[in-house]
């Protein structure tokens, strides 16, 4: 359902039908419906509390991008938020300190690591070592910038729709968080915004027209 006091912005069907089937229910639920409406609002007030912690905890990320200077370049990033770049930045630390964009990808555990012996040749996962929270942080970046970055979105329906060793869902999204995590290490130690030539290549027209 839609609640603009708490944040809402869209309705969400189940829960508005469940509620209109609680208003409409038999009267022995009536007792239940003070208790109910209680707790209701109870919940609500815990999530308005949490959205509030969450709100002054990036107001704070974005403070301290800024005295670093970084708050410009943290935002060139179509699709990607600030304080997403703000929220990897706190698990890798200063970039400068990794000798090259790899050693980012490797200290987040994203390297991929080779699954085979003798004549055997499995599946190449990642390598999973190194820092999980950047992983994770990295790992949601990636959602905003399949949905409004064209490059991305172009990688990701390449590595996913080869002809020759496609990409699981997952496994492509894996090689896209990787790519991002080098491209803010060049970024930030070069102190250059992001630049979609350099980040791949953009799709063609006939592809924007098909996605």
């Known amino acids: 359902m839609n609640c603009p006091s708490g944040g809402g912005q869209r309705i969400h069907t189940p829960i508005l039908t469940a509620l209109i089937a609680a208003a409409v229910a038999e ?22 509390r949490a959205a509030a912690d969450c709100d002054d905890v990036a107001t704070r990320m974005l403070e301290v991008l ?12 179509p699709g990607i938020t600030a304080v997403s ?21 490797k200290h987040a555990g994203l390297c991929p690591r080779e699954n ?22 990295a790992w949601r970046a990636v959602f905003g910038a399949l949905a409004h970055n064209e490059v991305y979105a172009h990688r990701y329906r390449h590595l ?19 790519a991002l995590l080098r ?26 027209t098909a996605a």
């Open 27 to 48: 009267p022995a639920a009536a007792d239940a419906r003070p208790g109910t409406l209680e707790r209701a609002r109870y919940a609500l007030g815990d999530y308005q």
């Open 66 to 77: 800024t005295e670093l200077h970084l708050a410009t370049l943290a935002d060139s990033i």
């Open 85 to 105: 770049v703000a929220a990897i930045l706190a698990e890798t630390g200063d970039p400068t300190r990794f000798t090259s964009a790899r050693a980012v990808v």
């Open 116 to 137: 085979s012996s003798g004549n055997y040749t499995g599946t190449t996962r990642i390598s999973g070592r190194g820092r999980p929270r950047l992983r994770l942080a």
């Open 160 to 178: 996913t729709t080869r002809a020759d060793n496609p990409l699981t869902d997952n496994q492509a999204r894996i090689a896209i968080a990787a």
């Open 183 to 208: 491209q803010l290490h060049t970024m930030i130690t070069t102190t250059t915004g992001w630049n979609p030539a350099l980040a791949g290549p953009a799709p063609s027209t006939t592809e924007r």
